[in-house]
């Protein structure tokens, strides 16, 4: 048997049909929500009792790697719950990834001008993390490029 109702339980394959872009936005809304929480668990993000609100006096780190707070850590699930609730259709699902790609661009220059040590560091950000948001900006744009392609047919 080929086709959608071709695998060993004959269920149907929730992505068929599903346009490559709107696929791809809800990966990363899911990727975000997770991110979200991870930034909230003990052992992931260390030293957890440095966590703040905001602000670059927030010691905790990601993976140990990532500067988070508590704001930071809110701003990946609010990205996540907009992935999912604009991977609808294919006209939000790209806005999403070509616009969100380039907050995080704009959140790239930000870190790389910006002192670290000033209040102006709110969320807060370390040198990790821009190298981050390049490759983020830089893979969100290229998904909603590429992703959502007009066929000729």
Do not use: C
């Not at 696929?23 to 990727?31: C, D």
């Not at 957890?48 to 508590?70: I, W």
């Amino acid at each position: 048997m080929i086709g959608p109702m071709a695998h060993a339980r004959a269920r149907p394959n929730p992505a068929d049909g599903k346009a490559p872009v709107r696929r791809a936005t809800g990966i990363v809304g899911v990727v975000f929500l997770v991110i979200g929480v991870l930034g909230f668990v003990p052992g992931v993000t260390n030293p957890y009792d440095e966590l703040r609100f905001a602000g670059h006096h927030s010691g905790a780190a990601l993976f140990d790697t990532f500067q988070v707070s508590v704001l930071h850590n809110l701003v990946h699930l609010g990205f996540g719950v907009a992935g999912l609730a604009l991977s609808g259709t294919v006209t939000r699902a790209r806005a999403y990834l070509v616009g969100g790609g380039a907050v995080y661009f704009v959140l790239w220059l930000y870190g790389v001008v910006m002192d670290a040590d000033s209040g102006a560091n709110f969320l807060p950000l370390n040198r990790a993390d821009d190298w981050l948001h390049l490759g983020l900006g830089a893979g969100m744009i290229a998904l909603g490029l590429l992703t959502a392609r007009r066929t000729a047919g």
